[in-house]
């Protein structure tokens, strides 16, 4: 089994409050990125920072978590990764604690797959969650390279994993994406 890595480190300045924390479907926005995971993996290690008192106690309870408080997540959401990567010890899901809507039958989809890096696709768009190999550990930690995950994803090469999920492309970064997300029975009009 993979090991997960659930990115809630950030600012959440363009929600202007601790987005993960929203109420979604009776449960905090991160608990449901931390939800969807669990199934598939050993062990998750939420990566926190501004807010870790917070998301700490939003996921009181849950089975298999752990958290690690980034130094640097001022920094952005490369270090979070990189700090979340270093808590494990295999292979990792990479999850933002923002992105609510992923389905369970995606993540197996993604671990079925073969790669040292596989990525979700949904209209030929790329998403989350993302699966590194624990051979690559090494160098994503010493990653430096511009463009963050990103960057290192595209150097080291991908497979696609097609999906017919658009919540691999739906987060939410502002106020009006919940507002969208929780008055439209959680859909969201950017997937498409």
């Not at 009776?26 to 931390?34: D, E, H, M, T, Y």
């Not at 990792?92 to 993540?107: N, Q």
Request: glycine share 10%; with cysteine; charged share 25%.
């Amino acid at each position: 089994m993979a090991q997960g890595i659930v990115l809630a480190g950030g600012f959440s300045s363009r929600a202007g409050m601790n987005k993960m924390t929203l109420p979604y479907r009776g449960v905090p926005l991160v608990a449901r990125a931390v939800d969807v995971l669990s199934p598939f993996c050993d062990a998750i290690v939420v990566v926190t920072g501004r807010f870790h008192d917070d998301i700490v106690e939003a996921l009181a309870g849950r089975p298999k978590t752990t958290f690690v408080r980034n130094p640097l997540f001022e920094n952005g959401m490369f270090d979070s990764v990189r700090c979340g990567v270093g808590a494990t010890t295999g292979d990792v899901l990479i999850l933002p604690g923002d992105m609510p809507l992923i389905e369970p039958s995606t993540v197996a989809k993604i671990l079925s797959a073969t790669g040292d890096i596989r990525v979700p696709i949904y209209r030929r768009k790329t998403g989350h969650p993302i699966f590194i190999a624990a051979r690559l550990r090494t160098p994503l930690l010493a990653y430096r390279g511009p463009d963050g995950l990103r960057g290192f994803r595209d150097r080291e090469g991908f497979t696609s994993v097609p999906t017919d999920d658009p919540g691999i492309l739906i987060d939410v970064d502002s106020l009006d994406d919940y507002r969208k997300l929780t008055n439209e029975g959680g859909e969201h009009p950017d997937a498409d």
